[in-house]
């Protein structure tokens, strides 16, 4: 009897299934030495308003792994979200994002913004609000430029929660951005409640503009009902002109995308934004001339 039912049990595994958890263990192995020795790094990806200028960045983290190459967050983010490790994690990337968006400030761009993103991991834990006071406290920016981005699907996991973390971030005074707008189910009536200041609409529908009527027509929906609500809206993974075009004329009052920047490492940024010095100052020189 007893080896029939460790026949039937042995049924679920298969060395396919063992090959993988053997890989997703010693990825969250490789991970936790990652972060240990400060391997992780964040790169910036520039957010342009409507008339074209940079207004802000959006860090996104890194990972470069030695024998593997660059891994996405895609694949380690979850990994760190269910070992734990997304709560050392999440409070590097808040700390050291607000320190190199402070260092570009002094550099020459004073109103520059910052936008991280948080786990719902992040956000069930108690004294999110503490971490993001002392990291604010330490780099020296100003609260108003941090914007902290939470999916829509992570909000509306428990709405409740959300409203009480959300008002005490709020009162901090960073801006709260929803992410990934549009693929997740909300709750109007919570989003209408909850004190948020930006929509970023999911790539997925800028995807099919300016061809799919559909994606047009769901466009034209959030930017009416942001309005209503007082958000501001970003449109994210644009790649072509055409959609630069349409989603500026549909109403969207910032834009971020391969068209007009990559994510890239910190001192790409540094290069990029002397760039946008020199031309603000031939800008003023030919208005002075
Ligand atoms: P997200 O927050 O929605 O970030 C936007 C993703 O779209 C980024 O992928 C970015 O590189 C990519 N992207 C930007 N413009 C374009 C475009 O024009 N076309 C296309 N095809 N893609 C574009 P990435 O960097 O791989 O990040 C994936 C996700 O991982 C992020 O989605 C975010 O949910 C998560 N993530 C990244 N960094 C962090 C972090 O520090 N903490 C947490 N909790 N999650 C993070
Ligand atoms: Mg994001
Ligand atoms: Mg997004
Ligand atoms: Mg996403």
Sequence with gaps: RAKASGRSTYCFFSPEMDRQAHARLRLENDLRHAIDRSELCLHYQPQFDARGRLVGVEALLRWPHPQRGMISPAEFIPIAEESGLIHPLGDWVLGEACRQVRQW???????????????????????LDQTVRSELRRSGLEAAYLELEITESSMMEDPAGTMTLLHALRGIGVQLSVDDFGTGYSSLAYLKRFPLQRLKIDRSFVDGIPDDGDDIAIVEAIVAMARKMNLRIVAEGVETGAQHEMLTRLGCDEMQGYLLGRPMAAADMDALLARCRTHRAEADLSLGA
């Design 105 to 127: 400030q002094r550099q020459g761009h004073p109103e520059m913004r910052v936008a991280v993103n948080l786990s719902v991991r992040q956000l069930q834990r108690r004294g």
